[in-house]
């Protein structure tokens, strides 16, 4: 069980769900007994087969998103809840709700913003082989385009402090957003933990809503949207290097020619391979722009997250309210004795 100190914290136990009736209601009940303190609250997303009624039954209070994605929920769920700690998990039941505690007391001691609970047995992905490939060829690319910090970027399960959840723009759609969860963490140089959690399968009658291909094609856009908007620099200048190369590439045997008999004979390769060296350094221009307003988007960011309450710790404003209401009888029997 959760200790008192742990326990003083408000909890929001957050599921985004669709189509997740044979499921659900066991979920919601887990997270309930294990968290007896927490609010659980279910996000439908345009399900068809009872999933908010089975979760209703089942205690939790229920929300609809319309808009279908899951990263449409996040959004959703993060704007309208109010706790001090946020605990995100998947109706499937793939994820035990046993080991919420041990990712909330993660978060809490180690102070940390984000604790991600990775994923044990992973590649199996309850049997999906395409998931299972798609999984170790998404945390290799995370690795080389953001550097290393996580070791399963698209886990669902984790848990986030008031000041994360409330400073994450959430723009993606679908899947894509646990990539976007840490690349946003790893931006503004938040403390992150992981604690490797079992992951198991889905029982008879429950189905994957993950598409091999199509959710791993936009969770590469992601990868590319999300490189271009936090390492500009980077992102363009590969295409500027590109592009140099194969300039170089035309140009040598111009260049060759020419010192050989002073004349320019292959006039319109010249012309290709100095076009290729412009556009080259245009990009190149363009990412030392775009690197520098990174930054201060980066820093607006984090001068936002420093401006919410630390966990556990009133802000200031309501701080003030309590002192205000203490003192206002004091004033107004001064005001009668006078």
């Not at 556990?312 to 107004?332: F, I, L, M, N």
Request: glycine share 8%; aromatic share 10%; proline share 3%.
């Amino acid at each position: 069980m959760l200790d008192s100190e742990t326990t003083d914290h408000e909890i929001a136990v957050l599921l985004p769900c669709y189509n997740e009736a044979a499921t659900v209601g066991e979920v919601v009940r887990a997270f309930r007994e294990t968290l007896p303190s927490a609010h659980v609250y279910v996000y439908d997303n345009n399900s068809t087969d009872g999933t908010a009624l089975h979760a209703m039954l089942a205690g939790a209070t229920v929300f609809r998103e319309r808009r279908q994605g899951k990263g449409h929920v996040v959004r959703r769920m993060f704007a309208d809840i109010e706790a001090d700690i946020y605990l995100m998990a998947d109706g499937d039941g793939t994820y035990a709700a046993g080991d919420a505690e041990d990712l909330i007391r993660t978060l809490i001691t180690e102070r940390a913003d984000m604790v991600v609970g990775t994923r044990r047995g992973v590649h199996a992905d309850a049997g999906r082989n395409g998931h299972a490939f798609g999984n170790r060829l998404f945390n290799q690319i995370y690795r080389v385009m953001f550097g290393p910090g996580f070791t399963d970027i698209l886990s669902g399960y984790r848990a986030f402090s008031r000041r994360y959840v409330k400073s994450f723009p959430a723009v993606s759609n679908g899947f894509e957003i646990e990539t976007e969860m840490s690349v946003h963490a790893l931006r503004l140089k938040l403390p992150v933990c992981e604690l490797e959690l079992d992951y198991g399968r889905r029982p008879e009658g429950s189905h994957s809503k993950l598409s091999t291909v199509r959710d791993g094609l936009k969770i590469l856009w992601m990868f590319a949207t999300l490189m271009k908007e936090t390492r500009p620099f980077a992102f363009f200048g590969l295409f500027a290097g590109v592009l140099m190369s194969s300039s170089l590439i035309f140009m040598a045997p111009v260049l060759y020619s020419y010192f050989q008999t002073g004349l320019v004979d292959r006039m319109p390769t010249w012309v290709f391979s100095m076009a290729l060296t412009m556009m080259s350094l245009l990009l190149l221009t363009a990412g030392t722009i775009l690197d520098s307003l990174a930054r201060a988007r980066a820093e607006q960011l984090r001068i936002h997250y420093m401006s919410l309450p630390v966990m556990g710790q009133a802000s200031s404003s309501t701080v003030a309210d309590v002192v205000e209401t203490k003192t206002a009888p004091r004033k107004r029997k001064a005001r009668k004795a006078a």
